[in-house]
Each structure stands twice: as structure tokens, then as C-alpha cells.
């Protein structure tokens, strides 16, 4: 029995597909929400390009309306006043619905973003960690006695920011909002959330879910739309905080609107990370994580790691293993237990994938292409390797978000550490060495942030997560959430003598 809750159709939906029978509405004051617009765009299935669905694409007006909820919410306490034992309570109740309806989320985010089902079950298991981790931050958050002068008995508290914006990307629509919502809910803030409308069912239910697990109407607000209801919530002169995850350019104009309303903002962009490979690396165990670092998710990963800079001594050792393990992966819908990766998300970046790869080639570089049977119908696109790409070509800098890998060679550390920095971008890194001692080295001069060493992708509730450069600044996950969603309070008392 399927259990996500909603109004009735949703909860005798037996199936994610007969979830995108009704549209994706907003959910706001603990209610489904019609938008006023009452315009709504297409949810295709990147697998097969086919319309399955729809989704309300609101306006002005209708973020006004949830902001206006989420403030009132906020401003009666009815959430930021429950004790924070009571707070983690729910926060754990809602971490065990998303477990609960696991497989259906799974489903319903394998089909809105093309990724193989394996893949999405993963997101949501991680979706229910990250909200079961920031529920134990509820009774975390200390304050501090301050050495002020003696005369005083000084304190500094956290307080909840007020409203949280928070806007999403459609890659791993569920984490990436639990990395939002948890910290901003553990704390005391009420939330706004705008998903991208490329994938914004599971978000809606999360919303859903929430309300069932005791989050009062109001507290967690989803607004359903595209860019006209990102600029609105960006813009917005109510909120208190702004946390976003998605391209650097969509980064920047939001940074612009919340500097008009002085809103705080931290924003999680793009990447170009580079996996590090030495000659002295466990070769095998290297393209395993190379392959996995790029082709997961078709490639449209933040830090994907899309340019690879093999030591020149083992290039062509190592190119012939990567290639044939690419070789062993096939392409499908998402739904086919036999797919390894899936399509990209749309027609148009399908087109700018392949412009890319087009000009590439025309300026030198070779393009090698997996073998692996392409389905006719759907946004696919065989994984693909390009070598000896022309100093300064986009493909070796800019942020491709498909199954594309970018090769280049080094000499020795130095080399290597300048090529790695070469970008504009300062997401991730990947080392593969059995030198320690180099480890340590080029850690420290790598302009990421986060390096990881012998593995790639690793992310747990307790790393903190987040960029340097065009890769944007602020870290979710781990302690640091705290910074990001309270502020502190000092309060001074002058003792009587
Ligand atoms: P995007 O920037 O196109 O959209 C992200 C969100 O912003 C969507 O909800 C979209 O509707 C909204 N939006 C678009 N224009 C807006 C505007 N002018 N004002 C306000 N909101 C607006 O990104 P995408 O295509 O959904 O996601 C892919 C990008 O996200 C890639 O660049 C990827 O690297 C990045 N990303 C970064 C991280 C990270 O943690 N650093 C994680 C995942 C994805």
C-alpha cells in the first residue's frame, strides 16, 4: 500500500505513474494550492521525451502567498516555539515517512529527472539521513557565556532567521532540498521552497510528508514553477534568508536581487573538477572512480569529475582501462533494471552537449564515443571521452552537465596543481595516489572544496558541503548549518552591586 499522502488521489496513487495524473501543485498553509496564473508547463520524461504530466506554474502572487504564510508562521511561533525536543521528534517522524514511502519517491524521482531508478533509491535514502542528521541539531545549538567585564552577565543564544528561501536545481531535487529544509526547520525558521520545475514532485510531497509528521500549516511551503517564481522569492522584501543550489549564472542574479533587500544569501554553483590521477595510483581503483564520477547521473553532477589529468607516463595504460569499463555500461529509461545511466534532462541541453562536442572537434580535439547502443527515443547520449583538447577550448573549462570527460596530461605535482586550478570553478577534486605525503601537499593548494583522496563522491550528513571561486560560497551539511540558519543573539545584563 502506498502511503504519500495528500489530498485522496494522491493517497490511493498506486503507482509513480499515476502520480503525474493530477498536477504538481503548490503546497502552501498545509494545503494543496491552485495557482492564480492558472497557467502550467509540460513534465516530460527525459527518457522517452513524452509529456506525462503537468505542473502549476505560478506567479508573483502566488509566492506572495506563500511567503505570507511562512511569515505568519513564523511570527506566532507556532514552530520556532515548540521545544526542541518536540521539534526533533517530528524531524525524525518525517525522516521515517520518507523511508516509509521510499520506493514510490524513488520512482517518482527516477521518472521527473531520467536517472536510472538504483541511482534515485540512493538519493532518497540520503534525503532521509540528512533530515534524521539535522534532527538531532534541535537540541544542539548552544549558546555561550561571554568574559565581558565583570559588571555584566553576558550571553550570546541562537535565534531562527525568519523565512527561508530555498531554491533548487532539478539534479537531486530531494537531497539537495533536505540540505535546505532540515537545518532551516531544526533551528526554528519556516520555509519557502522553489524547486526546479524540471523536477519538483518529490519536493511537493515533502511538503506533504512533513505536514503528516506533525510540521504545523505554514511552517514548509512549496511553490511549483520556473523562473518567473524564482525571481519573485529571490526578490522578495519578507525573506530573511536565501539558500540556493543551481548554475553559477542563475547564482549571480540572485545574488543581485538579495543584495537590493539586503538578504542574507549562500549559493551552491557549478564545477569543473578535476580527478588527479599519479603514476603510482592503484590504477584499477582509479577508474572506477573516475568512471563513476562522471558517468552517474549521466554526468550532471555538480562535481562531476569532468576533466581528468592523468600523469603523462601512464595516459595511454589508463585511457584503455577507462575505455573499456565505459564500454561495459548501457544506456536506458530509467525504469529499465538494466540501465547504468540514463538520458540528459532535456532536449536543448541535449543540443548544447552536442555543440559543444561538435566544436571541439573542429578545433582539434578527438572525440571518442562509447559503443553502447543509443534507445531512439529519449534526450541519451553515449558516454564520450575528448582528448587533446586546444589550450583554452571551453570544453577543458566550462561546465559541460552531461556523460562528457575531458582529458589532459601532467608531468609532476606542480603541474598538475596548476592545471587542476585552471578553472574558474572551485567545487571538488579528486586525488589518486598511494603517496600520503602528497596528499597532504596538493590538498592544501587546491583550490576546491572538498578533495577527496582515493574515493570520489562521498557525502554524508556530517561533511560539510560547498564551493570556493565561481563554485559559490556557504556550506550545507555538517556544524556549519548552524551559522547559515540562526544568528546570534548577544544579551547583556548589568548586575547590581
Ligand atoms: P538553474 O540555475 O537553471 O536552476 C536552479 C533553480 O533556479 C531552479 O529552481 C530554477 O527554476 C531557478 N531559477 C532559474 N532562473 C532563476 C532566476 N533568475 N532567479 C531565481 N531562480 C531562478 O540550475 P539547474 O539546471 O536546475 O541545475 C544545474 C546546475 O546546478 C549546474 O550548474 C550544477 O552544477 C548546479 N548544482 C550545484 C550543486 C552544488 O551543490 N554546488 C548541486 C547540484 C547542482
Known amino acids: 500500500m502506498t502511503h504519500i499522502t495528500d489530498a485522496a488521489h494522491l493517497a490511493e496513487s498506486a503507482s509513480s505513474q499515476a502520480i503525474f495524473d493530477y498536477p504538481v501543485q503548490s503546497f502552501i498553509n498545509g494545503e494543496t494550492y491552485a495557482s492564480t496564473g492558472g497557467t502550467y508547463l509540460n513534465i516530460i520524461d527525459p527518457g522517452t521525451g513524452q509529456v506525462i504530466g503537468e505542473l502549476a506554474d505560478s506567479g508573483a502572487g502566488d509566492v506572495d502567498a506563500a511567503v505570507a504564510a511562512a511569515r505568519a508562521a513564523f511570527k506566532d511561533g507556532r514552530w520556532s516555539e515548540v521545544d526542541p525536543e518536540e521539534r526533533e521528534r517530528i524531524l525524525f517522524r518525517l525522516a521515517d515517512l520518507v523511508e516509509r514511502d521510499a520506493e514510490i519517491l524513488s520512482e517518482i524521482e527516477a521518472r521527473d529527472t531520467g536517472k536510472p531508478l538504483a541511482e534515485a533509491r540512493l538519493d532518497i535514502a540520503e534525503a532521509a539521513s540528512v533530515l534524521r542528521y539535522f534532527a538531532g541539531w534541535c537540541t544542539k545549538a548552544s549558546g555561550t557565556v561571554v568574559p565581558a567585564p565583570r559588571e555584566y552577565f553576558a550571553t550570546t543564544t541562537r535565534e531562527p532567521l525568519g523565512v527561508c528561501a530555498a531554491i533548487t536545481p532539478w539534479n537531486y531535487p530531494l537531497p539537495i532540498l533536505t540540505y535546505k529544509v532540515g537545518p532551516a526547520l531544526a533551528f526554528g525558521n519556516t520555509v519557502v521552497a522553489k524547486p526546479s520545475e524540471l523536477a519538483s514532485a518529490s519536493s511537493v510531497l515533502l511538503a506533504h510528508l512533513a505536514y503528516e509528521a506533525g510540521v504545523p500549516a505554514g511552517v514548509f511551503n512549496v511553490v511549483t514553477g520556473g523562473r518567473t517564481a524564482g525571481e519573485a522569492l529571490s526578490a522578495s522584501t519578507d525573506v530573511d534568508k536565501i539558500a540556493f543550489t543551481g548554475s553559477t549564472a542563475t547564482g549571480k542574479a540572485i545574488l543581485r536581487a538579495a543584495a537590493e533587500t539586503l538578504t542574507p544569501a549562500t549559493v551552491e554553483l557549478g564545477g569543473k573538477s578535476a580527478q588527479v590521477i599519479f603514476e603510482d595510483a592503484d590504477l584499477e581503483a582509479a577508474v572506477e572512480g573516475v568512471a563513476a564520477g562522471i558517468w552517474t547521473n549521466a554526468g550532471q553532477i555538480c562535481i562531476a569529475g569532468s576533466r581528468v589529468l592523468v600523469q603523462e607516463s601512464i595516459k595511454e595504460k589508463f585511457l584503455k582501462a577507462l575505455t573499456e569499463r565505459t564500454g561495459k555500461l548501457s544506456l536506458g529509461h530509467s525504469m529499465d533494471p538494466g540501465a547504468d545511466i540514463g538520458p540528459v534532462i532535456s ?66 605535482e606542480q603541474d598538475a596543481v596548476e592545471k587542476a586550478n585552471s578553472t574558474e570553478y572551485g567545487l571538488a577534486a579528486g586525488l589518486w595516489t598511494k603517496d600520503v605525503s602528497r596528499v597532504h601537499r596538493i590538498t592544501r593548494k587546491l583550490e576546491a572544496g572538498t578533495v577527496w583522496a582515493n574515493t570520489y563522491g562521498v557525502f554524508h550528513p556530517t561533511l560539510p558541503f560547498g564551493g570556493m571561486k565561481a563554485s559559490g560560497f556557504g556550506r550545507e551539511l555538517g556544524p556549519q548549518a548552524v551559522e547559515h540558519y540562526t544568528h546570534s543573539k548577544t544579551s547583556v545584563l548589568h548586575l547590581a552591586p
Open 347 to 412: 532536449e536543448g541541453q541535449l543540443k548544447k552537449i552536442k555543440s559543444f562536442l561538435t566544436e571541439a572537434q573542429q578545433a582539434g580535439a578527438s572525440v571518442s564515443t562509447s559503443s553502447t547502443t543509443v534507445p531512439d527515443h529519449g534526450f541519451f547520449l553515449a558516454p564520450t571521452i575528448v582528448s587533446g583538447i586546444p589550450a583554452g577550448h571551453p570544453l577543458a573549462s566550462q561546465e559541460v552537465f552531461g556523460p562528457v570527460l575531458a582529458i589532459d596530461t601532467f608531468t609532476d
